[in-house]
């Protein structure tokens, strides 16, 4: 029998994370499009963005009709590498821009997030905007395909930090990190070690 779950954050109620997620305004808007394949994963960061950001919106699927209505009045970039891609601290700071801008962030593995592109042609054409440079990923819990590779909710907070300076939102990451201390602790202090790497207690 599963545990009951929180309705809100879809934690269970013992793990619940409500009161770490913040409720933060940003100038540009956030547009989150997640493969099912990401709904019920246990560490699903995209959620926690969705939550902690006011202008904010989570929409899953692998096909996305109202696409177009989405970006409709918006400056809208894909946070997506492709060899046209801008670095996204040289675009102008979202307050300075005559249209509202939309930040378009797909979320699944590498493979599921081409996927998304492939089958959603308006997604696949928009300008594209990659992050700078930055520290390692705080997802200690995976295997990153690569070093500079990041949770959702990790890019979201990069990303905005970088279009809205001086305003910062690692407010975002506290549910993120209670989240993936919880699953270290659930796993144990040498498993966590032998499979990822990290530092058994009292080392």
Same mark, same amino acid.
């Given at each position: 029998?599963?545990?009951?779950?929180?309705?809100?954050?879809?934690?269970?109620?013992? =793990?619940? =994370?409500?009161?770490?997620?913040?409720? =933060?305004?940003?100038?540009?808007? &956030?547009?989150? =499009?997640?493969?099912?394949?990401?709904?019920?994963?246990?560490?699903?960061?995209?959620?926690?963005?969705?939550?902690?950001?006011?202008?904010?919106?989570?929409? &899953?699927?692998?096909?996305?009709?109202?696409?177009?209505?989405?970006?409709?009045?918006?400056?809208?970039?894909l946070l997506f590498p492709g060899p046209e891609?801008?670095? %996204?601290?040289?675009?102008?700071?979202?307050?300075?821009?005559?249209?509202?801008?939309?930040?378009? &962030?797909?979320?699944?593995?590498?493979?599921?997030?081409?996927?998304?592109?492939?089958t959603n042609p308006a997604l696949a054409a928009?300008?594209?905007?990659?992050?700078?440079?930055g520290p390692p990923s705080r997802y200690r819990?995976?295997?990153?395909?690569?070093?500079?590779?990041?949770?959702?909710?990790?890019?979201?907070?990069?990303?905005?930090?970088?279009?809205?300076?001086?305003?910062?939102?690692?407010?975002?990451?506290?549910?993120?990190?209670?989240? %993936?201390?919880?699953? &270290?602790?659930?796993?144990?202090?040498?498993?966590?070690?032998?499979?990822?790497?990290?530092?058994?207690?009292?080392?």
């Amino acid at each position: 029998m599963s545990r009951p779950a929180c309705a809100r954050c879809q934690r269970p109620l013992s =793990l619940c =994370l409500c009161a770490l997620i913040p409720s =933060l305004s940003s100038h540009t808007r &956030i547009l989150l =499009l997640q493969h099912p394949s990401e709904r019920r994963h246990p560490l699903n960061t995209a959620r926690l963005a969705a939550l902690g950001l006011a202008n904010a919106q989570l929409e &899953i699927g692998e096909t996305f009709a109202d696409l177009p209505r989405w970006l409709a009045g918006h400056e809208a970039w894909l946070l997506f590498p492709g060899p046209e891609a801008v670095t %996204i601290d040289r675009l102008p700071p979202a307050s300075a821009t005559p249209a509202k801008r939309l930040l378009v &962030i797909p979320d699944g593995t590498w493979r599921k997030a081409r996927l998304l592109l492939h089958t959603n042609p308006a997604l696949a054409a928009l300008p594209r905007a990659t992050l700078p440079p930055g520290p390692p990923s705080r997802y200690r819990v995976r295997k990153a395909p690569a070093a500079e590779a990041l949770s959702t909710v990790e890019a979201v907070v990069a990303a905005l930090n970088a279009l809205e300076a001086p305003a910062r939102f690692e407010a975002l990451l506290a549910p993120f990190d209670a989240l %993936i201390d919880g699953q &270290i602790a659930a796993m144990g202090a040498e498993t966590f070690a032998r499979n990822h790497g990290g530092p058994v207690r009292g080392d």
